[in-house]
């Protein structure tokens, strides 16, 4: 007969050395680059509301590299511009955008030199743009909305650090413009042609996600969501602190910061669910824009149903 120890033992070690072969769960990734309208994230996480989650956050200098570490599968959530998210399935079928996180209510905007009045006194003339899929998809729709077409101007590509000293150099009549830098250039005379609050729902930033990713990490991904919401609902309740929190991780001071914010409609639960439901969402006309645009580029092979790229799973079971 066995002793007591050894079937104690026979029972207990296969279960003690099963609890160390267990691996910890990975966390569920975040990316994004600095941008006021995705503060409320790091806002979040500064007052511990993401307590609760495996969560990373990770940062990163450009919407480039962003896009580069959702390609490579390094993030299971980014936030991007739609524009970017539309070009991104193109490589990445199964990309699904869950959340709209912003529209650009006026962030985005053409400035030029004195002396220049309206849209139309650009024909001929040389746009500074940077290399951002949403600086030519904004100028292409100003263009259209002035009665122009792209090759109507002279489009030089700039970097965003290099649209002063262009201006100032003379070698640009005006430049696309986007968040703070909209202030720096008009606090040194560039005055505003056009700005993107003449283009109600059509320029948004997104979250996004694979479908794969969103069943292995759903309940992360649902508590990633309720606090988008919560995180608003403090901007709301307690802005000044939460333009403190938000300005410090920008590097920016407080009241630029609040400028910049303005141009920025942050959206909740309920305006999610007022754009993105219903067989044919109000969201949907923008994608399907978008997409004209990048097919008449060659930037994508063919356009997808905006039914299949916005996915509302994340919101049915959120309380707006």
Same mark, same amino acid.
């Given at each position: 007969?066995?002793?007591?120890?050894?079937?104690?033992?026979?029972?207990? &070690?296969?279960?003690?050395?099963? /609890?160390? +072969?267990?691996?910890?769960?990975?966390?569920?990734?975040?990316?994004?680059?600095?941008?006021?309208?995705?503060?409320? %994230?790091?806002?979040?996480?500064?007052?511990?509301?993401?307590?609760?989650?495996?969560?990373?956050?990770? =940062?990163?200098?450009?919407?480039?590299? *962003?896009?580069?570490?959702?390609?490579?599968? =390094?993030?299971?959530?980014?936030?991007?511009?739609? =524009?970017?998210?539309?070009? @991104?399935?193109? #490589?990445?079928?199964? @990309?699904?955008? %869950?959340?709209?996180?912003?529209?650009?209510?006026?962030? +985005?905007?053409?400035?030029?030199?004195?002396?220049? #009045?309206?849209?139309?006194? &650009?024909?001929?003339?040389?746009?500074?743009?940077?290399?951002?899929?949403?600086?030519?998809?904004?100028?292409?729709?100003?263009?259209?909305?002035?009665?122009?077409?792209?090759?109507? *101007?002279?489009?030089?590509?700039?970097?965003?650090?290099?649209?002063?000293? /262009?201006?100032?150099?003379?070698?640009?009549? $005006?430049?696309?413009?986007?968040?703070? /830098?909209?202030?720096?250039?008009?606090?040194?005379?560039?005055?505003? &042609?056009?700005?993107?609050?003449?283009?109600?729902?059509?320029?948004?930033? *997104?979250?996004?996600?694979?479908?794969?990713?969103?069943?292995?990490?759903?309940?992360?991904?649902?508590?990633?969501?309720?606090?988008?919401?919560?995180?608003?609902?403090?901007?709301?309740?307690?802005?000044?602190?939460?333009?403190?929190?938000? /300005?410090?991780? =920008?590097?920016? #001071?407080?009241?630029?910061?609040?400028?910049?914010?303005? #141009?920025?409609?942050?959206?909740?639960?309920?305006?999610?669910?007022?754009?993105?439901?219903?067989?044919?969402? $109000?969201?949907?006309?923008? *994608?399907?824009?978008?997409?004209?645009?990048?097919?008449?580029?060659? &930037?994508?092979?063919?356009? $997808?149903?905006?039914?299949?790229?916005? +996915?509302?799973?994340?919101?049915?079971?959120?309380?707006?």
């Amino acid at each position: 007969m066995k002793s007591i120890s050894g079937i104690v033992a026979a029972v207990v &070690l296969p279960l003690l050395l099963a /609890a160390c +072969d267990k691996s910890p769960s990975p966390p569920l990734v975040f990316g994004a680059n600095l941008w006021p309208g995705y503060e409320p %994230v790091y806002l979040a996480r500064e007052l511990g509301y993401f307590s609760a989650i495996n969560l990373r956050l990770a =940062e990163y200098n450009s919407a480039a590299e *962003v896009q580069q570490a959702f390609r490579k599968h =390094e993030l299971q959530l980014a936030a991007v511009t739609i =524009e970017d998210a539309i070009q @991104l399935s193109r #490589d990445i079928p199964d @990309l699904k955008i %869950v959340l709209l996180l912003g529209s650009s209510h006026g962030a +985005d905007a053409i400035l030029s030199r004195p002396g220049i #009045d309206g849209m139309r006194q &650009l024909q001929g003339l040389r746009v500074g743009v940077d290399n951002s899929l949403r600086g030519a998809y904004f100028l292409s729709l100003a263009l259209k909305n002035a009665g122009m077409q792209p090759g109507q *101007v002279e489009i030089v590509p700039l970097p965003v650090n290099g649209q002063e000293l /262009a201006m100032r150099a003379q070698k640009v009549d $005006a430049v696309v413009v986007s968040g703070p /830098a909209r202030e720096n250039l008009q606090e040194n005379g560039l005055h505003e &042609l056009f700005s993107s609050t003449r283009l109600s729902g059509k320029m948004f930033d *997104v979250l996004i996600a694979r479908d794969e990713d969103m069943g292995r990490f759903h309940n992360e991904m649902m508590e990633w969501v309720q606090t988008w919401n919560r995180s608003l609902d403090f901007i709301h309740t307690q802005p000044d602190k939460a333009m403190q929190i938000m /300005a410090k991780h =920008e590097h920016m #001071d407080v009241a630029r910061f609040s400028k910049a914010l303005k #141009d920025v409609e942050l959206l909740g639960m309920q305006r999610n669910l007022d754009l993105l439901s219903g067989e044919q969402p $109000a969201v949907g006309g923008g *994608v399907d824009s978008i997409q004209r645009y990048l097919l008449g580029r060659g &930037l994508i092979n063919m356009g $997808a149903d905006a039914a299949m790229l916005l +996915d509302t799973s994340l919101l049915s079971k959120v309380s707006p």
